[in-house]
């Protein structure tokens, strides 16, 4: 079972930035750490994703605006987040795979609002 410590998520103006970090134990071989995110009344999408060969996918929505970077030898993640608008309001989830597992974590709100 994976444990995430996830932080970071609050209360930011428009044109603000946020900076969410999570580090997951209790599992080994990740190759994969990302997050997701659900906005309310729509469905979890995933926002970025940073394999531990290097790859990294973003949403075409935060592309140029958010950056994923990790600290493979913690299993740590963390997610700059610039130039936010109100439709990045969400609540955030942390997410860990491994060849065999894939787990989220509680979630943290972000929310973008004047």
């Known amino acids: 079972q994976v444990q995430f410590v996830e932080s970071g998520g609050g209360l930011v103006q428009p044109g603000g930035s946020l900076r969410l970090s999570c580090a997951a134990s209790g599992t080994i071989n990740i190759v994969a750490m990302a997050w997701y995110r659900r906005a309310p009344g729509k469905q979890r999408e995933l926002v970025a994703i940073?394999?531990?060969?290097?790859?990294?996918h973003y949403a075409d929505s935060v592309k140029g605006r958010f950056t994923i970077s990790t600290l493979n030898a913690n299993n740590t993640v963390y997610l700059e987040m610039n130039s936010l608008s109100p439709e990045d309001t969400a609540v955030y989830y942390c997410?860990?795979?491994?060849?065999?597992?894939?787990?989220w974590g509680q979630g943290t709100q972000v929310t973008v609002s004047s």
């Open positions: 997410y860990a795979r491994t060849p065999q597992t894939e787990d």
């Open positions: 940073r394999w531990y060969s290097n790859s990294t």
